[in-house]
Structures are given as C-alpha cells and as structure tokens.
C-alpha cells in the first residue's frame, strides 16, 4: 500500500512541476519527486540504490537548476 501512495506521490508532483511558470518551485518539485522515489526504493530493499538516487535527484539537481534560474534571471535595471 505504500508503494501505492508513494507512486502516486511521484507522478504528481512530477506533472506539478512540468506545469509550473516559476522555475524555482520547478526545481523543488523535482527535488520532491526524487526525494520521494528514494523512499520507495528504500521501502523495495534497495538501499544503496535510495543513497545515490537522494544525492543526486533529491539534493544536487535541484540545486543545479535553482543556481541556473538565478544566474540567468533578467535584472531590470
């Protein structure tokens, strides 16, 4: 059941922020789904698995793509 849950959890907050305008909740969206995906692979016996895929997905891309977002802004000045 909560494979189930933490599934649907992914999906959605996957498709949020696919549709979201502002890059930054974009970024915390993805975070979250990746966050959310090493709990299942935590939860399916996959611990190393769930390490790497909290690093990489739930920590350091999102960092990467809210550094670029605030790098590339326009300064209207």
């Known amino acids: 059941m909560l494979e189930i849950v933490l599934s649907i959890v992914i999906v959605l907050s996957a498709i949020l922020a696919l549709i979201q305008k502002d890059l930054l909740k974009a970024a915390i969206l993805t975070g979250f789904a ?40 326009r300064s209207d000045g």
């Open 34 to 73: 990746g966050a959310a995906l090493a709990l299942l692979f935590q939860v399916l016996l996959a611990p190393d698995v769930a390490l790497t895929q909290v690093i990489v997905e739930g920590a350091i891309i999102p960092i990467f793509i809210a550094l670029a977002v605030k790098k590339t802004q």
